[in-house]
């Protein structure tokens, strides 16, 4: 999967170089909810540090540049997963943070309300605390992929309104205190559905109406 998200990325980018005379960027940010699946909303059955992960909320921001129907895109996400444990509190039992870039394609023939999709490789990691003396876990940053489709909706030609859906899906091997054997520390993949609200303003670069 990670090869095959890597080979897109680089053929969207060849078949964009033709079109480098029309060009835009754009900002965004956004926020949502995330819902786990997988073995991430289930509890380890190895080890107790690794408790199921509910729903959560994060928020995250977007940047990229479009070359027609086709554009490169980077983010920045932020979430902070809920769980089953009542020893959970406020800010939440898990925190992912990371970056991705990746590819988005727009749907010929739209104006206003645009359809798109997206994929793209991600570089996440994961924190969280569990015990009574609230010990701390942590993973390594593992590459991963994200998928994803939505709407720009234009509002004046310089901002959008853009909801989308995404799938986000990579594995990660748990740093637990008092496990210094490599080989012993716990992989479990953290695979998550995000629904995302935002808003993005565009700077149109020299010939492009976005």
Known sequence: MRRTVLAAVALCGLLAAPSLGAQGIYFGLRGGAATP??????????????????????????????????????????????????????????????????????????????????GGVTFN?????????NQKLTTDKNPGYEVGVGLDISILGLLSFTPQARYIGQNFKYDIPGVSNTAAQPEQGVNYFTFDLGLSVHNPLKGMRR
Do not use: W
Request: proline residues 2%.
């Open 37 to 118: 699946t997988g073995a991430f909303s289930e509890a380890s059955a190895s080890n107790t540090a690794l408790d199921a992960a509910k729903s959560g909320f994060g928020y995250g921001a977007d940047a990229g540049i479009g070359f027609g129907l086709v554009g490169l895109y980077a983010g920045f996400d932020h979430i902070n997963f809920d769980c089953e444990s009542t020893t959970c509190n406020s800010d939440g039992k898990y925190k992912l943070q990371g970056v991705t870039g990746g590819v988005k394609l727009g749907i010929p023939g739209m104006n206003r309300v645009r359809p798109f999709i997206k």
């Open 125 to 133: 990691e994961l924190q969280g605390g569990y015990g009574a003396n």
